[in-house]
């Protein structure tokens, strides 16, 4: 669930862009310019960034959420000089980015064993069919978190099991099939190496 600085800056350019014809007698403000000019907005936008890095855009996604649109708003009030909007929305998404902090905290906390099986998944790694599986999985997650992050944990936890089962079955199915599939490549690696002359006992019984 993580996004490349690139693209991110790439989507804060489009945003910039997207309001260019609002009215201004004022020249448009690049996105370097706002970042350097403003720095509320530059601290919002990489606060931002670390907190999606570290997964808080599925641990306390309503406030993630709130502090993405403080930001955009920010952006596009900058672009366009209105200079006093922008700080207004700068400083209530980093007040946004405070309660997702304290949010995603007690995520982690009571989701403490689903994100561990999470990540052991994601380490096994997945093809193209176990990400969307991941991604229904992860879809579970956000609103699970959603629930803690309004106020209701006890309802959140009765939901760790299932989330839990199906992250470690996501694991156990990646492990198979990688575990098939380098079995597959070692034997095909072995006949082109002649294995298949010198072993025919030992290759045949094993089919795929």
Same mark, same amino acid.
């Not at 020249?27 to 606060?47: A, G, R």
């Not at 855009?57 to 708003?73: D, G």
């Not at 599986?133 to 760790?160: C, F, M, N, V």
């Given at each position: ?64 959420? *709130?502090?993405? &649109?403080?930001? #955009?708003? /920010?952006?596009? $009030?900058?672009? @366009?000089?209105?200079?006093? !909007? ?26 403490? *064993?689903?994100? &561990?099986?999470? #990540?052991? /998944?994601?380490? $096994?790694?997945? @093809?193209?069919?176990?990400? !969307? ?76």
């Amino acid at each position: 669930m993580k996004i490349t600085v690139g693209l991110y800056a790439l989507s804060l350019l489009l945003v910039i862009i997207g309001l260019g014809g609002c009215a201004s007698s004022q020249p448009k403000l690049s996105l370097d310019q706002i970042l350097s000019q403003y720095t509320e907005i530059s601290t919002l936008n990489n606060e931002l960034k670390e907190a999606r890095d570290n997964g808080a855009n599925y641990l306390a996604p309503e406030s993630y959420e *709130e502090a993405r &649109q403080s930001l #955009e708003t /920010a952006m596009n $009030a900058a672009h @366009n000089n209105v200079t006093d !909007e922008a700080i207004e929305a700068a400083t209530e998404g980093l007040q946004a980015i405070a309660r997702m902090k304290d949010v995603a905290a007690s995520s982690r906390k009571i989701l403490k *064993e689903v994100l &561990q099986a999470r #990540e052991r /998944a994601l380490a $096994a790694g997945l @093809n193209s069919q176990q990400t !969307e599986k991941l991604a229904e999985l992860d879809e579970e997650l956000i609103k699970t978190s959603s629930l803690i992050e309004e106020g209701d944990a006890e309802k959140a936890k009765q939901l760790r099991p299932g989330l839990l089962e199906g992250y470690e079955q996501l694991e156990l199915v990646t492990l198979k099939q990688n575990t098939a599939e380098q079995a597959r490549s070692a034997i095909d690696y072995a006949k082109k190496q002649g294995a298949k002359k010198y072993t025919p006992k030992t290759l045949a019984p094993v089919s795929y």
